[in-house]
């Protein structure tokens, strides 16, 4: 048997190598190997259970798919404690002379799986965040699905196979390309919107139903940004605004630090299907710009590349799911705390995946086609598939319990995201967790959720009222009265921050949300459409339009810094009021930017003057 070795914790290990024609010999439904990373990989048990399809596999069968994986999924998922239990490592691929495979993607030559595939990626995208063919399942800021594999860019070739199905394509928007074409300036984006529509004509219908995409009805997915419409603002005047500072103080679990901005980035995951570079473009425009990261745990991107793209003075947190396996877990906190990052962020409110219709329904042309072709039904590929995958990488089980058991195991402070009401947070301040992010998951978990922002009145009242916590901004306001009772406030000696995220597009939402007792805001979305539209500079644009907008607030309103934000400022009588409201901003008075440029142009049809 032919073999090569590697080193590992000091021991040697023997792989079999696997030349190219034995590799062509297990390409269908029911014998289905893949390269990845120049080793291969045998899924022939994961086929119907793959969450994002078989035909997607089947796809790369008998073939190199690393260019395909690597464009949607980190290196990380390779590692032996977190393959999939159906999954199992064959050998090292070591194509001879005459071997006649298709390499849909480079071959790793080194002496383990895990070599960045980010310049074949490039090399095979035709335009950053383009794609032509996307088959993913449901994620999002920090999602626990595992969607299909698919590559940027023009789709990669297919490998003829006697049982493998060939599985048209989906099309894309009509008015992709038209859009394309006019394109505006970076300069000419004013706002999220602009950015949000220009991302919308920059990828597939696919990839933005699977950005956009939320729980059942999406109620709550609106609500979030219908909340903010319902909080009025009280300006004060004659107060010098000459200066204005946004820094805020770190926070109690990165104590450390100083935040240059009171807002952060989510985390959002598979930024690759938008871009090359994935989540490292973020971190990297965040880092420019002096603004702190949530990294999420299904990136693109792995965790070593996050943490290398980071700035010197830049905070970073991990996010966090707790796996069934308690020893998985382990190792990734271990190396997370290795890797510098400040805080680890427990997703909470996703023992399950919601319900996602509109991302379901862009993938039915798929399925539709291979149920057709194969005379098979596709609920294993949609359904159990997506419970399997969850059930390796959630745990349901997870409960407080739970939760003393991940504290004894870090030296990192313990953040909750996914808190929604008053009862909770007060449960988890009595944890003795750092701190909370008042979250519904973007929308994307349970339907007729209330939104962050009411949330956030409801968790900072139960806070003060059963532990005497006091917010930010309420300390300032009470210090400067000269009225901060000590005594009352004792109980909250231990800091605990209140973070919040959810419907958040205009650095008005930032205020509010500031004013109503978040330590610091979180936006997931904004940031991929800065991503898509236009990468890394995107990215920058949307935090310097988050900046220029908050900045004229505060100037507006009477703040010159942070601290001088009162809860007063901010009018909450209609935040519990869920009537008709505007849907979303892009329904009415606006105009897209390619709009503009186009009635610019000469037109045959105008009369001249």
């Known amino acids: 048997m032919a073999a090569c070795t590697t080193s590992s914790g000091g021991l040697v290990v023997v792989h079999k190598e696997v030349s190219g024609a034995e590799l062509l010999a297990h390409q269908t439904e029911t014998d289905c190997w893949l390269v990845l990373y120049g080793w291969v990989y045998d899924f022939t048990h994961f086929v119907n259970t793959h969450p994002g399809g078989k035909a997607v596999l089947l796809r790369f069968a008998g073939a190199d798919g690393t260019v395909g994986f690597a464009a949607v999924h980190n290196r990380d998922m390779l590692d032996e404690d977190q393959l999939p239990a159906d999954v199992r490592l064959v050998g090292k691929f070591c194509s001879k002379p005459g071997d006649e495979v298709v390499a849909r993607g480079p071959a790793s030559d080194t002496g383990r799986p895990g070599v960045a595939a980010s310049e074949a990626l490039r090399s095979n995208s035709s335009s950053a965040g383009q794609q032509d063919i996307m088959t993913s399942r449901d994620v999002d800021h920090d999602e626990a699905d595992i969607p299909a594999a698919t590559a940027p860019g023009k789709p990669l070739p297919r490998q003829p196979a006697p049982r493998t199905t060939e599985v ?191 991302d379901m329904r862009h993938k039915a042309p798929l399925f539709a086609n291979l149920q057709e072709e194969e005379g098979q039904t596709t609920k294993g590929n949609t359904e159990q598939g997506t419970g399997r995958a969850l059930s390796a990488w959630l745990d349901p089980s997870f409960d407080w319990e739970g939760l003393r058991w991940l504290q004894g195991k870090t030296r990192l402070p313990i953040v909750l995201k996914g808190i929604q009401t008053g009862e909770d947070a007060v449960l988890a301040y009595r944890s003795g967790v750092a701190g909370i992010i008042v979250s519904n998951h973007g929308g994307r978990q349970l339907d007729y959720c209330r939104s962050g922002l009411e949330c956030l009145e409801e968790v900072v009242t139960s806070l003060r009222a059963e532990c005497g916590w006091v917010s930010p901004r309420e300390a300032c306001a009470e210090a400067g009265r000269g009225r901060h009772d000590q005594e009352k406030t004792s109980a909250s000696a231990r800091q605990f921050d209140v973070l919040v995220d959810g419907g958040v597009r205009r650095g008005g939402d930032v205020f509010k949300a500031l004013a109503l007792g978040a330590k610091m805001v979180g936006l997931g979305r904004p940031f991929i459409y800065g991503l898509a539209a236009y990468g890394e500079e995107g990215v920058k644009r949307v935090i310097q339009l988050l900046i220029d907008e908050l900045t004229m607030v505060m100037r507006l309103i009477g703040c010159a810094s942070i601290a001088d934000i ?20 892009l329904d009415f008075n606006y105009t897209p930017p390619w709009q503009v440029l186009e009635s610019r142009q000469p037109s045959a049809n105008k009369s001249k003057l």
């Open 168 to 358: 048209s394509q989906p099309a894309v928007v009509s008015s992709r390309s038209r859009k394309q074409k006019s394109k505006p300036r970076l300069s000419q984006i004013l706002n999220i919107y602009d950015m949000e529509m220009v991302a919308a004509s920059n990828v597939s219908a696919e990839a933005w139903a699977y950005l956009v995409s939320a729980g059942d009805d999406e109620v709550s997915y609106r609500e979030n940004s219908k909340a903010f419409q319902r909080v009025f603002l009280r300006p004060r005047i004659l107060r010098n605004v000459r200066d204005i500072s946004l820094r805020v103080p770190g926070t109690c679990f990165d104590a450390k630090s100083t935040h240059h901005l009171p807002f952060y980035v989510s985390a959002t995951a598979l930024g690759k299907l938008y871009h090359p570079d994935g989540e490292v473009a973020i971190t990297r425009a965040a880092g420019k710009m002096g603004m702190t990261q949530m990294c999420p745990t299904l990136a693109s991107c792995s965790m070593q590349e996050m943490a290398d793209a980071r700035a010197a003075s830049m905070t970073q947190w991990w996010q966090l799911y707790v796996n069934p396996d308690r020893r998985v877990t382990e190792k990734v906190v271990l190396k997370a705390e290795k890797l510098g990052f400040q805080a680890l962020i427990i997703t909470v409110d996703a023992p399950q995946l919601g319900r996602r219709e509109r």
């Open 566 to 585: 009162r809860p007063e400022m901010a009018l909450t009588n209609a935040l519990t009021f869920h009537g008709q409201t505007l849907n979303n901003q």
